[in-house]
């Protein structure tokens, strides 16, 4: 079925499975491998897999700390005629080819990717460097609890490069105040997957 794609079943679970994806070739997230969790609902394939991201990925749309996906396919298009193969070999391509700024779960992903794609590419080659080189990854293992601290590093980072320039304060908005509180209710919530 996934013959191009390296899982494990979770807990013996056929319900539950980590899958290798690598980065598409051509895009920033060129060389990176990211394990990705996938939970299958009683109903698959007639309602869509949860899917997310197990180790630190820089993008728009994937929400920092949990590693949700946010994609319109899996979310509200989902039909019986997709499969794994389709998420691995199609969808979760094209999401990291084709960012959407519009639509984030990362803000300060979108924020970077409009004001200063350069900069934005440049720091997902950096992280992917740093969080989701070959090596580094593999089926078995965690390779999420230093992620979680290297977001909230790279955030204070960005919170500093977008300082007021007068004041040398970050300009952080409720909506960032709140993105902590949650982070931290994720954390201590012991929910792995942290996805919807």
């Known amino acids: 079925m996934m013959a191009d794609h390296d899982l ?3 807990d013996d679970s056929l319900r539950t499975l980590h899958v290798l994806f690598k980065g598409p070739r051509d895009s920033p997230y060129e060389g990176g491998v990211w394990r990705v969790r996938v939970e299958l ?3 698959y394939p007639h309602k ?3 899917v997310g991201f197990a180790n630190h ?4 749309n994937v929400c920092p700390l949990g590693g949700a996906v946010c994609l319109d396919v899996l979310n509200q298009t989902w039909s019986a005629m997709y499969d794994l ?3 691995f070999d199609v969808f979760l391509p094209q999401l990291l080819l084709y960012p959407n700024p519009e639509d984030p779960l990362n803000d300060d992903a979108a924020r970077m990717m409009r004001a200063e794609p350069a900069r934005y590419a440049e720091k997902v080659r950096e992280l992917v460097r740093a969080h989701a080189s070959p090596e580094r990854v593999t089926l078995e293992g965690d390779v999420s609890a230093g992620d979680v601290s290297a977001e909230r590093a790279e955030r ?3 919170e500093d490069a977008t300082s007021h320039p007068a004041s040398g304060t ?3 908005t409720a909506a960032d105040e709140d993105d902590d509180l949650g982070a931290d209710a994720y954390v201590s919530s012991g929910d792995e997957d942290g996805a919807a």
């Open 57 to 60: 990925i820089f993008h728009p």
């Open 8 to 10: 494990a079943l979770v």
């Open 48 to 50: 869509s897999p949860s």
């Open 170 to 172: 970050a300009t952080a």
């Open 85 to 87: 193969v389709n998420v």
């Open 156 to 158: 204070a980072s960005i």
């Open 41 to 43: 609902p009683d109903s």
